[in-house]
Structures are given as structure tokens and as C-alpha cells.
């Protein structure tokens, strides 16, 4: 048992490290020809987001859009029901990962955002790649094992144990050959290649139907919620980007800290304090240790007004953007028939070739 944890962690931390240099290649050659490539990522629609996920994730996309790359946000509303037994209020958590995405700057006009379950043939894909993974290879995914512990007592269901399959059809109906992705996200993307892999070779007879994605290592920091566990969106401990300034104001003074009086800036001793002083430096741009010196001796007290007003500052122009969209959910729903709509063309096209190469048009 201790040799497979062993054998895991190792390679892991390997395919971390490979991954790592190949992103810094990556970024390189984006910057060069930023339409050579196609980003895919997305967020499950569990509920609106929060600064964890704009600075993780949301920002990146954004960047990476207005560097010139053609983006496509998934949101796979399917993938929801993979760990729960209840959609939840899925149309409205829809709604209000859109209004977060537009405001956040991603642009309806050269970004394609859909919903998984608005594309059929992307679904269809998962017949086929299906059959190119053993139910062994499913098992063993650490990211799959993580989730079914995180879930505890509940029992694993069939969508649970295939999304990676599921993951590997929402990249590679579009072609899209840039995954933006944490550490944890890693073995997802190593599923999509070796779909795309075996695709080729087995049904294909070595024509490059899919050509296999890279994961882009996004290097942000985590933040930790007010509790000092890591941000989330169901533990209530986020500050989302909808919060009003007040809401902000009273989360980040219920912020968990520690009892020394004197900021400073140590994210290994004091995490909590560390991670208000790396907000503050996101939305400010300054240098953590330096916020950190700003305050010296005038307490945790001090750092949270300057936390929230860093905070309140940095989002009020998207706050503004965000209210301004719910006021026109026509205009939010125009947005989504508008992706579904160019992801369907292209997933039917997809599909067309797959159905080609392994003999199926009838
Ligand atoms: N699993 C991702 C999340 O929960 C969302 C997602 C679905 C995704 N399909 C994807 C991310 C494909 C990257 C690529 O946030």
C-alpha cells in the first residue's frame, strides 16, 4: 500500500515539474501567436464565484483573451450532479456564473461560453472515449479519489468515477490545445491526452483527429477564506465578487488572524495574516511584505481596513459591470444561445469526423 502512495506522490511531483517547464514554454510561444491556440476551462455551476477563483483562474482567462486567444468557458452543468443528488438551482447558478464571467471581462463577442448539456454531440464523445480507458486507469485518477474522499460516506457513482472521460470530450470537441489548470487538475488533462492518444492509433489508423492538449499551470496563490481553510464556495467562507462592499467589510473583519500584534508577511507561520496580506497585494499590486511593513505594529485590525478597502477598490468597477448585466437577464440568455450555439457547429463537426473514421455515417 505505502510503495503505491510513494509511487503516486512521486509521480506526481514529476509530471508537476514537467508540466511547470512546459508551461513557461507555453507562455512564451502565446505570446508570439496567440491564435495558434484555443483555451478550455471552466467552473461547475455550484454557485457564484469568489476572489480564490478570480485571481486562480478567472483573471487568467481574461488575460489570456485579450492576448488573442480564442477562449471557450465550459460550464459543465452536468458535471454538478457527479457528487450531489440534487441539481440544485441550476438555471440561476447558470446565471450567475455568466454575470461573473462578463464582468470579469470576458467578452461574449471572441469567447465562446456554453453548457455542457445545450451540446449533444459533445456528450456523444464520451461513448467512444469511453472505450479507450480501463475502468483500473478511471480508479486510479488521484483527482477522482480525492473527490470520492472529500464526499466521504457517499458511495462513488458512475459519473463520479468517467468525468475525467467527460472532461477529456469538453477539450478535445473544440480543439482546444490549452487547459488552464491548478496542480490538482494535472491527471485531468493527462486523461484528455491519452484519449487523444489512443483515439488516433485505434480508430483513426494514426490520423491526427486529436492532437493532445497541454495543461497551462496557473502559478496563483490559494487564498484561504475568513475561517483560514482554504477558500470555497460551500464552506461560506468566500468573499464572492457579487458581495456588496458592506458584505466585504463584514467578512473580511470576522477574518480568522493570529494573536501576534506586529503584520508581518509569513505564509508558512501565520497562513491567515499571510493570506489577507496576498489580497491586499493582488488587488494593489504591491508587494506583500511591504503591505505587511505599512501596518508594522498596528494590528490585525488595521490590516483588515486596509484589506477591505484594497478589495472594494480593486472590484468596484466589476461589481458595477455585474449589477448593471442582472438588471438584463435577456441579454445574459442571448449570451449562452450564442456559445451553445458555436459550440454545437463545432462539436457536430467533431463528431462528423469521428462517426467518419470509425465507420459509422449511415
Ligand atoms: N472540473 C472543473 C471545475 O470543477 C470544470 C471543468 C469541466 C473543466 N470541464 C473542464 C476544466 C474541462 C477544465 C477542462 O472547476
Redesign the pocket.
Known sequence: MSTTVTTTTDSTAASFAVSAARSAQLEAQIAERPADFRV?????PTGALHLGHYFGTLANRVRLQRAGVDVFV?I?DY?VITDRDSVGQLSRNVDELLLDYLAAGIDPDTATVFTHSAVPALNQLMLPFLSLVTAAELRRNPTVKAEAEATGERAMSGLLLT?PV??AA??LFCHGNL?P?GRD?LP?VETARLIARRFNERYAGGEVVFAEPDALLTGASVLLGIDGAKMSKSRGNAIELRSTEDETAALIRRAKTDAHRTITYDPVGRPEVASLLLTASMCTGADPVDVADSIGDRGAGALKVLVTEAVNEYFRPLRRRRSDLAGDPGYLRAVLARGNARANEIADDTLGHVRRVMDMTY
Open positions: 478550455l476551462t471552466g467552473d461547475r465550459v459543465p458535471q468525468y467527460h472532461q469538453d477539450i487547459v489548470v487538475q485531468h
